[in-house]
């Protein structure tokens, strides 16, 4: 494997740094929570109004914020310049490079874009605990919400569990 540049890497890192653990893209209106995450206004406001009015930080750490305090929460402006200059740079060469999509989980790989406008957020919530036996299996805590990808005919779902994306038994979690 070739080396990276510091130029690339640094890039990488950036587009690591401006990645919503949400919706997976480019943060659009970051938000901080109290607990210092941010997620795009629209995904927490998604998130809010498929569990109750309650936004849930999904990577529990017993932040709870109430739909009617979301448009309250400061913008992470910092985030913000950063998304605006990567985007700025990616807009002055040709395409945006896309990683080899053997790399890539089958969801991903197909037009992210049009995915996203078909479905909304959805999480699930772990009942039950089951720990990973292959490398694409996530290990999976009662509490835990998991960013529902994709519901399989043999009851494995694939989902995004702190920004790791992997199987897990369907029957172990249930809809918020
Ligand atoms: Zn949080
Ligand atoms: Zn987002």
């Known amino acids: 494997m070739p080396s990276k540049t510091n130029g690339e890497e640094f890039k990488e890192q950036l587009e690591d740094i401006i990645k919503c653990p949400i919706c ?3 943060f659009n209106e970051p938000r901080i929570l109290p607990c210092s995450h941010t997620y795009c206004l629209q995904c927490i406001k998604d998130l809010a109004a498929s569990n109750q009015g309650q936004f849930i930080c999904p990577l529990r750490d017993g932040i709870t914020i109430s739909s009617t305090n979301i448009d ?8 913000r310049d950063i998304v605006d200059l990567v985007t700025k740079h990616a807009d002055n060469r040709s395409a945006a490079p896309h990683p080899p999509s053997s790399v890539l989980p089958s969801v991903m790989t197909a037009s992210t874009d049009s995915l996203r406008q ?8 772990v009942i039950d605990s ?4 292959h490398d694409d299996e996530l290990t999976i805590q009662p509490g835990d919400l998991i ?3 994709e519901r399989r ?9 702190h920004g790791k994306i992997g199987l897990f038994p369907g029957n172990f979690v249930q809809d918020i």
């Open 72 to 79: 309250s929460l400061p913008l992470n402006l910092a985030i």
């Open 147 to 149: 960013l529902l990808l």
């Open 130 to 133: 089951y720990v990973a036996e």
């Open 118 to 125: 078909q479905q909304t957020i959805k999480f699930v919530k």
């Open 24 to 26: 997976l893209d480019n």
């Open 153 to 161: 005919p043999d009851q494995w779902c694939k989902g995004n569990l």
